[in-house]
């Protein structure tokens, strides 16, 4: 064969080489092309086609939502689904970084240096600037036409009353799959509320509470915890009658529109039916309502204080540490004897005590339909021991919740009958169907008699004794208390407290139970100094936002 042909030949077969390598080539980055579609996340290929657009993305199942109401029967969404954009800059499109970064971080509060970062990286077609953006403020950063700024949506979960109402509300948490409600009622009604089959799955929750009455509890906490350098507090407001909860708030709170931002978990316990403490002098009322139905005392039963009870080696003294010789049982509340509730707690069994106390609802959940509620712990009790019964006699010894001790007072204020609080008024259904929540009677604990004596001796507390509120037209009952917390390293007690402030008011026809709770306050000694002055503001404006007819001074 000549040299000719054989370099023809070599130069045919290097023609096929290259012909059939560039086909190789293109099935090659075909499949590639078909497995990047496979694999890049999607919200890539959503922006892709999404720069200014503001593309939303359907979801045809939708949880159910939560509104508040307020004595009008306005509802305001408490946990809506709504447009939750992120936001996203192409910075091949831009020219202007600095202006760019200042107008993004001025409406999504990121400091513009972090912005500016990702706007420098020339070679990105897409940088992530913000997400679960609302969509008033990704309307506002739309009107202004920034060239390279995009939008994405979807439907989410909005909570507008931020850190107001985390406790009651809770929050959606993303992480898992499918999406789980955490706390609060986000987490109590989370099977009807999600994205299930069946007709009873649920469209719309209605709730007692009264967002002026939810925002007044908070700001009065938020204000004295602040003021006395405190660690925390609870405020709960209770319709006697119902046990309809009209505000519930705690302090220090989050905000459940940023719940993956919290760096303690702790701060999403609702401490007020999560929480137990020793509240201390609030029971004094519960013993004397015992003693009251047993007709053991009346209120004008008297005994004379020493100052002291003696049990062994351990000493049982009064607040002030005084003696203050004879004094009737509407005294003992007057003035907060300890030794006066002894006396009470003495003249009864045992197994009397343990089952009123059982029947107040102490050691037992409420059954309020929020997650996490806690049992709060009465063992002391179990043993038959004289100085355990005679501690709990004024609060010590025994744990409670916020909730139980409000739902205790509050069935005092209702004649004597316990109910079971509750924070959802109605249900509508998907199917159309309307469940109505009817007050729910657990059991009479002491008769009306009984509430009315220990309700006058409550008023007289307020009026004669330390734990002085004042409204004017109005008759208010109501007991402070301040405990010592519990120092399991000495086995003893701290020098730190718990102030607390329970009452209700009018008196002699209640419509509200307020209960404040505060821990470890500094400065000041007294919950009658610090938190009586704020039950009163709270009361008073509840009284007057309700227009409840005043008082005729003549019970």
């Known amino acids: 064969m000549s040299d000719a042909r054989i370099g023809q030949g070599k130069k045919h077969a290097s023609v096929r080489i290259n012909i059939l390598f560039v086909l190789f080539l293109c ?13 890049i996340p999607e919200y890539v290929q959503r922006a892709a086609t999404a720069v200014g657009s503001g593309e939303r993305e359907e979801n045809p199942l939708e949880r ?34 600095a ?15 972090t912005i500016a970062a990702k706007i420098a990286k020339r070679d990105d077609p897409y940088e992530v600037i913000a997400t679960r953006v609302p969509e008033n403020v990704a309307d506002g950063i739309r009107a202004r036409n920034i060239s390279g700024v995009g939008f994405t949506a979807e439907r989410g979960r909005s909570y507008p009353y931020r850190a107001a109402a985390a406790h009651l509300s809770g929050f959606l948490n993303l992480g898992f799959d499918p999406p789980r409600g955490q706390y609060g009622l986000e987490e109590w009604y989370n099977d009807a509320l999600g994205r299930v089959s069946g007709s009873r799955r649920v469209e719309q929750m209605v709730l007692s509470v009264d967002p002026d009455v939810q925002f007044v509890v908070t700001d009065a906490l938020t204000d004295v915890v602040a003021r006395f350098q405190a660690t925390g507090g609870s405020g709960i407001v209770l319709e006697p009658a119902t046990g309809r909860v009209l505000g519930m708030a705690n302090v220090p709170s989050y905000d459940p529109n940023a719940y993956g931002e919290v760096a ?25 309502a015992i003693g009251l139905n047993e007709k053991v005392i009346t209120p004008d039963t008297t005994y004379t204080d020493t100052g002291q009870v003696v049990f062994g080696s351990y000493v049982i003294s009064n607040f002030d540490g005084k003696a203050h010789g004879v004094n009737t049982m509407t005294q003992v509340l007057e003035h ?26 102490f050691g037992a959940t409420t059954g309020i339909d929020l997650a996490g509620e806690v049992a709060g712990n009465t063992s002391n009790l179990n043993k038959d021991k004289d100085l355990e019964f005679a501690n709990a006699s004024f609060g010590q010894g025994i744990a409670v919740t916020p909730l139980q001790l409000a739902t205790a007072i509050a069935a005092i204020a209702n004649g004597g009958t316990l109910m079971t609080p509750h924070v959802v008024d109605t249900i509508r259904y998907v199917d159309g169907s309307v469940e109505v929540i009817t007050p729910h009677t657990v059991r009479r604990v002491i008769t009306p008699a009984t509430a009315r004596q220990l309700t006058q001796m409550m008023v007289s507390t307020v009026e004669q004794g330390y734990d002085t509120v004042t409204i004017k037209d109005y008759f208010v009952a109501g007991k402070t208390g301040t405990a010592q917390i519990p120092d399991p390293e000495r086995r003893g007690y701290s020098e730190d407290a718990i102030h607390s402030f329970v009452g209700f008011a009018p008196a002699y026809r209640p419509r509200f139970v307020v209960l404040l709770t505060m821990q470890r306050p500094q400065g000041i000694r007294f919950a009658s100094e610090s938190l009586a002055p704020v039950f009163s503001d709270v009361m008073s404006y509840l009284l007057t936002h309700y227009e409840v007819p005043p008082d005729i001074k003549n019970p």
């Open 264 to 288: 303690d978990i702790g701060v999403f316990r609702n401490a007020a039916v999560a929480s137990q403490y020793e509240l201390g002098s609030v029971f004094k009322p519960i013993t004397m």
């Open 99 to 113: 202006t760019v970064a200042h107008a993004l971080a001025e409406a999504l509060h990121i400091p513009a240096d």
């Open 64 to 97: 159910g939502e939560f509104f508040l109401t307020d004595r009008h029967g306005t509802l305001t969404p408490l946990a809506a689904n709504t447009d939750l954009f992120t936001i996203f800059v192409d910075p091949r499109m831009m020219s202007d970084e």
């Open 336 to 361: 907060s004897l300890n030794t006066g509730v002894v006396f009470v707690e003495q003249q009864l069994a045992k197994d009397t005590i343990r089952a009123y106390i059982r029947n107040f609802g």
């Open 27 to 39: 099935a090659a980055l075909a499949i590639a092309g078909k497995l990047a579609m496979v694999q």
